[in-house]
């Protein structure tokens, strides 16, 4: 088993800045490519990012390519989510996950354990 608690969210003006964290409990951190999803109100949940388990490979949404950058330090079983030049279309609640691959993937039925969210809200 692996716990996962999100932390970072909160409210910013378009424009700003935030950077999530994810800390991991449990099995080794470094078994575990970790991803990214968010979840809007009425909406399905959708993939952001990915970081491999060594952090040498990430892969991104086109939406938030440029703008967001996902780091890991696997000696604190922490993996990031910074956030650069948020839109109000960025407002979600922001999840992490991990599986257990090399490379990690798209899609959120590839993930085995996930995190209870932190609610990102961007204002205009």
């Known amino acids: 088993q692996v716990q996962l608690v999100e932390s970072g969210g909160g409210l910013v003006q378009a424009g700003g800045s935030l950077r999530l964290s994810c800390v991991a409990s449990?099995?080794?951190?470094?078994?575990?490519?970790m991803g990214w999803f968010r979840q809007a109100p009425g909406k399905e949940r959708d993939f952001v990012a990915t970081?491999?388990?060594?952090?040498?490979?990430?892969y991104y949404a086109d939406s938030v390519k440029g703008r967001f950058t996902t780091s890991r330090d696997n000696a604190k079983n922490t993996v990031y989510l910074q956030m650069n030049s948020l839109k109000p279309e960025d407002t979600a609640v922001y999840f992490c996950?991990?599986?257990?691959?090399?490379?990690?993937?798209?899609?959120?039925?590839?993930?085995?354990?996930w995190g209870q969210g932190t609610q990102v809200t961007v204002s205009s």
């Open positions: 449990g099995r080794t951190f470094s078994s575990y490519a």
């Open positions: 970081i491999s388990r060594g952090g040498g490979s990430t």
């Open positions: 996950a991990a599986q257990g691959r090399l490379y990690g993937t798209s899609s959120s039925e590839d993930y085995n354990y």
